[in-house]
Antibody
């Protein structure tokens, strides 16, 4: 059974940092692109970043470039999102999502349950 | 990387068909056949119901269908059921290797 378990959220002050984790099981993790998607309270979904199968290719939405870093450890079947210089507008529920092997695109067939990041003083 | 434009709400009676539009631009929906749709019940994770404009994942009801014309993608739900009441989001590949989601549509079954 495919499972994605997200952890690492919490209450952080503006300017602070967090590391989110997504532990994968039940499938060949190294075969899939993976993404982070977030949803601010009362708002829609926003794609944040994705990473290729071997971790060398990474893409980000403009609003997080330079502050967020996506990474993965295929030996540990884990996906990460390092979030620095947090802003109030980063407050959201953060999901990880598995992308279909084919076709490439915003096709997330499995999602983690989400972890809440709250940025507030 | 602006959000794709969706109507805020769409409603229909049980058994009816409804269509949700997703309007993009030449840098996303208009240029790529990489549009997906998600059903999102509050408190649950989103569920992929359409990918690649027209394809249904295994297990998704054939009451869900997708299409695209120009800069507009559409999701049609036929034979509307009470369980279809949810938020629906489109998503598209965009230039520069990024993805963009739609603004979201709340479907109400009257």
């Amino acid at each position: 059974e495919v499972q994605l378990v997200v952890s690492g959220g919490g209450l952080v002050q503006p300017g602070g940092s967090l590391r989110l984790s997504c532990a994968a099981s039940g499938f060949t993790f190294s075969s899939h692109w993976m993404s982070w998607v977030r949803q601010a309270p009362g708002k829609g979904l926003e794609w944040v970043a994705n990473i290729g199968q071997d971790g060398t290719v990474k893409n980000y939405v403009d609003s997080v470039k330079g502050r967020f870093t996506i990474s993965r450890d295929n030996a540990k079947n884990s996906l990460y999102l390092e979030i620095n210089n947090l802003r109030a507008e980063d407050t959201a529920l953060y999901y990880c999502g598995r992308q279909l092997i084919s076709p490439l695109g915003p096709n997330f067939d499995y999602w983690g349950q989400g972890t809440l990041v709250t940025v507030s003083s | 990387q602006s959000a794709l434009t969706q109507p805020a709400s769409v409603s229909g009676s049980p058994g009816q068909s409804i269509t949700i539009s997703c309007i993009g631009t030449s840098t996303d929906v208009g240029s790529y056949n990489s549009v997906s749709w998600y059903q999102h019940h509050p408190g649950k994770v989103p569920k992929l119901v359409i990918y690649g404009v027209t394809n249904r994942p295994s297990g998704v009801s054939n009451r869900f269908s997708g299409s695209k014309s120009g800069y507009t993608a559409s999701l049609t739900i036929s034979g509307l059921q009470t369980d279809d009441e949810a938020d629906y989001f489109c998503a598209s590949y965009a230039s520069s290797n990024v993805f963009v989601f739609g603004s979201g549509t709340t479907v109400t079954v009257l």
